[in-house]
């Protein structure tokens, strides 16, 4: 028989059908079986799943120590401004949420990208003359965190890589690793209050760099570039023809002596997708809204990169509806009083702990200028029974029952990080139990003894 010959079979009385066997050569006609194939179970994850790799979740999951139970745990480790509910967002806020819901408009599908109207009411609040935007030039994403995953999508393929600070947020390695692209670490100075490294960052740059990061107000050093600052990475970038990815979930938390300048504002040349949301500055993180913010003056990214976030936007059809729906009266509603009152308690909050913990002996805080968060360096040398900032942590939430993340989790060793949302008293209560714990565990280092003795 002509292997690809079609064949008909009479079924007798049933209906009549085209049954048809296409035969071809080397192949079994018997379904189920296939050459070289033995049919078993063999189910295994997927090699973007193995290169997932969260490293605050692998630190604080490893930590086999429990805390103190004579003392009640205080978490200075999690960036979640609701957590104790002193901070909550304004009843403007929840008001909208209501009416939205309320309204019955917001119960189906919105285009992946969000709702023409959402867009625009995001477009408007952040438009202005040195950075115009349009409808156009905003995509609505699940969280920030989302907008930074589609723009590192869009920007980097496999084998590319990206330039992320040192210390900084771990997502960045956790989203790019899993796709293949490669990260590479430029320095922030702690004693220039966390500014770039320019000329280490510049020397990472080659052919195969997709992208820039910058964050700013950062997580989790608490710092706020000046206009001066943000001029000079600007230059880089333009000078090495580098897009950047401005992470500004952030933005406009800072303290009165610091002024938040987008980075948008300060280029025309340089073309920037600045991810944004709500969940910081309106204190909402759980409601996952966040966007992209398409800067591109000059049309360097064209309408190709602009098709790529539509479509990668697709993935997931899109953030919240409610949410959405409820954008114009959040952005544009929302007193200013509010803003101030959270940015007030913060500010106040960070200079307690700033002044309580840079009189321990063995410490060294960073001020910060903004954001919920600020970095203290650990003397190693006055510490010596501790391997790292690791150990160091780990055994302060053993006898004090005080948990700060290791800013080995920002690829920082020997330095640790406090979120300063938490209540003032029990700012104050752990900020006593650090000194407590350093008291008992600090050594003279050699040579210095002179030092100790004052």
Not at 298 to 307: K, L
């Amino acid at each position: 028989m002509d292997p690809y010959m079609i064949q008909l079979h009479d079924h007798g009385n049933l209906p009549s059908v085209l049954d048809v066997h296409v035969n071809i050569p080397g192949r079994s006609s018997v379904p189920g079986k296939m050459k070289g194939r033995k049919a078993r179970w063999s189910v295994r994850p997927s090699d973007m799943s193995n290169k997932t790799f969260n490293p605050i979740r692998a630190i604080v999951d490893s930590m086999k120590v429990k805390p103190n139970p004579n003392k009640t745990t205080i978490a200075l480790s999690i960036g979640d401004p609701t957590v104790f509910g002193n901070l909550p967002t304004d009843p403007e806020v929840t008001q909208a949420i209501k009416d939205a819901l309320d309204s019955g408009k917001y119960n189906g599908y919105a285009p992946s990208t969000g709702y023409l109207s959402s867009r625009e009411e995001v477009a408007s609040y952040y438009r202005c003359p040195e950075a115009p935007l349009e409808a156009k030039d905003v995509i609505l994403t699940s969280g920030c965190s989302q907008a930074i995953e589609l723009c590192l999508a869009v920007l980097a393929n496999p084998g590319q890589n990206i330039l992320v600070p040192r210390p900084g947020f771990s997502l960045y390695r956790t989203l790019a690793e899993s796709m293949g692209i490669e990260v590479k670490a430029y320095n922030l100075l702690p004693e220039k209050f966390w500014e770039i490294d320019l000329k280490q960052l510049e020397s990472l740059i080659d052919e195969k760099t997709a992208c820039l990061v910058v964050n700013n107000p950062s997580n989790p050093c608490g710092s706020v570039f000046s206009r001066s600052h943000l001029q000079k990475i600007l230059a880089v970038a333009a000078r090495q023809c580098v897009p950047i990815l401005a992470d500004e979930i952030y933005g406009d938390m800072v303290f009165s002596d610091s002024k938040f300048e987008p980075l948008a504002t300060l280029s025309s040349n340089v073309p920037i997708l600045c991810c944004g949301g709500l969940a910081k500055r309106w204190v909402v993180p759980g409601w996952r809204m966040g966007w992209v913010l398409i800067h591109d003056r000059r049309d360097i990214f064209g309408n190709e990169i602009r098709d790529g976030l539509v479509k990668l936007s697709q993935r997931i059809l899109g953030p919240c509806t409610l949410v959405q729906g409820a954008l114009k009266s959040i952005l544009h509603r929302t007193p200013q009083e509010f803003y101030h009152n959270t940015l007030s308690f913060l500010k106040s909050n960070a200079d307690l702990c700033y002044g309580a913990l840079a009189a321990i002996p063995g410490l060294r805080p960073i001020r910060p200028s903004g954001a919920m968060y600020l970095m203290v360096g650990i003397e190693m040398e006055h510490f010596p029974e501790f391997e790292n900032d690791v150990e160091f942590t780990e055994q302060l939430f053993a006898e004090q029952s005080v948990h700060c993340l290791p800013a080995t989790c920002f690829e920082y060793p020997n330095f640790f990080r406090v979120v300063i949302t938490i209540p003032e008293v029990m700012m104050l209560e752990a900020c006593s139990r650090i000194q407590e714990f350093c008291e008992q565990h600090y050594h003279c280092a050699e040579g210095s003894q002179e030092e100790c003795d004052k």
